[in-house]
């Protein structure tokens, strides 16, 4: 798992962000909407109590879970046949966990392998599928457009930076990779020095590369405008809803029970839940800072002009976008997983953890040191044992999944969902022949082998990073020795 380590100093101790406001800047943005009703089954002849059967049809879609995986499914259902009855089932608010809380970026790619989706098919469908996911962005882009959905949407690519010889080494190696199996530089292409300060003004550049198909964008109010306007065309969305498990044709709430000819897993890692699921994904906690808005002066040192978003390619995920306000939001893994596949919200806002992000954040960009953190928050993405996100359609029991995006799901969800739609309407297209179809992983390993494993990877690399940074020269074995750890 790739994650990285810090020590807090004394100038980066937890209160220097007191200030700042523990919720997704994204949520601010957003302001306040009513509640959606929840779920009754009182409301409805196609739900049924506790100890009752169903006096009506079931409705054609039950989707659990309102983030970007069942809105967009619901979505291109509708687009296919704006008949069907579609209800939306969510414990929380929509945009609750990942899809409210990530760092807005649409990006072209997934974290499961090309060589791993290759061997499981072959080298022209999983290029196929890379290409999907490119194409993914674009399409997001065409529907905002369409929808008018204001979320700032700017396809201004990525930038990610090499700061030590190792990382520019293995960047070489991926451009030459990718070339050869059929991207072009108008997709990705190495930068030198020069070329890549001259997008962003970080410390210590060595080189960089640039890939084209990437946006940022404010996930939470994309979020918010796709349940809108599934609900204008029909669908229906209950909030506070609790689902305690999902069987065959069936969903089974707090507040009773919903018939559907098909149900729709969408829950990513918050399946941990739901009966019989606890071990299918690792949710895995990830944290965010956002920065006050940025003066004119400063953007000029920084640059960002276009609004690519930036990383560097140390083996921790760091992630930032300048927003369309022009504040910074970054984010990087902290404090990656707690025992027993833990959710709980003092470890999304824990403060010292927050500290670390800014302390990334800072050493990437010095030009930020002073300027205030005004919303702090953090939240879980979900981890299939063999990397791999993946979908599933069962004709037969009516039982759908998706996700498992390892933190890449913003536009590989809208792959997903519009490839699950097309699978539950019967449509044979090229998406539902993508290897990414009916993908399966292993569950994680019990306690306390899972934690022991995550914490384990993590130490590797963390150590794997400070002796690249120190020496400037790579440390392949911690590598090899964490991929072996995480199964890869």
Not at 154 to 171: C, E, F, L, S, Y
Not at 433 to 459: D, Q, Y
Request: hydrophobic share 40%.
């Amino acid at each position: 798992m790739a994650t990285y380590s810090l020590t807090v100093s004394d100038s980066q101790s937890p209160d220097r962000l007191s200030d700042a406001v523990p919720r997704p800047l994204w949520w601010d943005w957003l302001g306040e909407r009513p509640a959606r009703p929840p779920f009754d089954s009182g409301d409805t002849g196609s739900a049924i109590g506790s100890g009752g059967g169903s006096t009506a049809e079931p409705v054609d879609v039950a989707i659990v879970g309102a983030g970007f995986s069942g809105l967009w499914t619901a979505y291109h259902l509708l687009e296919l046949d704006p008949t069907l009855r579609i209800v939306v089932l969510e414990k929380h608010h929509v945009g609750f966990g990942a899809s409210g809380r990530n760092g807005g970026w649409a990006v072209g790619e997934l974290a499961g392998s090309y060589a791993a989706y290759a061997k499981r098919s072959n080298p022209d469908a999983a290029l196929r599928l890379e290409q999907a996911v490119m194409d993914a962005v674009d399409e997001i882009g065409r529907i905002i457009e369409r929808l008018g959905i204001g979320c700032g949407y700017a396809k201004g690519g990525n930038i990610r930076v090499a700061r030590t010889a190792p990382q520019r080494d293995r960047q070489r190696d991926d451009v030459t990779h990718a070339h050869a199996i059929g991207h072009d530089e108008s997709v990705v292409r190495l930068l030198d020095p020069d070329e890549t300060s001259a997008i962003v003004g970080m410390s210590n550049v060595r080189g960089g590369v640039f890939f084209s198909p990437c946006a940022a964008l404010d996930p939470a109010r994309l979020a918010s405008g796709l349940a809108e306007h599934v609900e204008a065309n029909g669908a229906t969305i209950h909030e506070g809803t609790t689902v305690t498990s999902i069987e065959p044709h069936r969903v089974v709430t707090d507040r009773g029970a919903l018939e559907a000819r098909t149900v729709v897993c969408a829950a990513e890692a918050y399946r941990r839940d739901l009966d019989g699921q606890r071990r299918d994904l690792l949710p895995v906690y990830s944290y965010m800072v956002a920065t006050e808005p940025l003066p004119a002066s400063m953007w000029n040192d920084i640059g960002l002009a276009e609004r690519p978003t930036f990383d560097d390619a140390r083996t921790m995920v760091t992630y930032g976008q300048r927003t369309a306000d022009d504040r910074i939001a970054f984010g990087t893994t902290g404090l990656p997983y707690r025992f027993g596949s833990v959710i709980d919200r003092s470890t999304e806002f824990d403060r010292r953890t927050h500290a670390n992000v800014h302390a990334v954040l800072t050493e990437l960009l010095p030009q930020v040191t002073d300027v205030p953190i005004t919303h702090r928050w953090g939240g879980v993405l979900g981890i299939p044992r063999n990397w791999l996100p993946s979908l599933h359609h069962d004709a037969s029991t009516g039982l759908a999944t998706l996700g498992g995006y390892v933190g890449e799901g913003v536009a590989a969800a809208q792959l997903a969902g519009r490839t699950l739609a097309e699978l539950i309407a019967g449509h044979d297209t090229e998406r539902t022949r993508l290897p990414w179809v009916g993908a399966t992983s292993k569950k994680w390993e019990p306690e306390p082998l899972r934690w022991l494993g995550v914490r384990g990877s993590r130490a590797l690399l963390a150590a794997a990073d400070r002796r690249e940074e120190r020496t400037d020269h790579p440390a392949a074995l911690a590598m090899k020795l964490a991929d072996g750890l995480r199964g890869q």
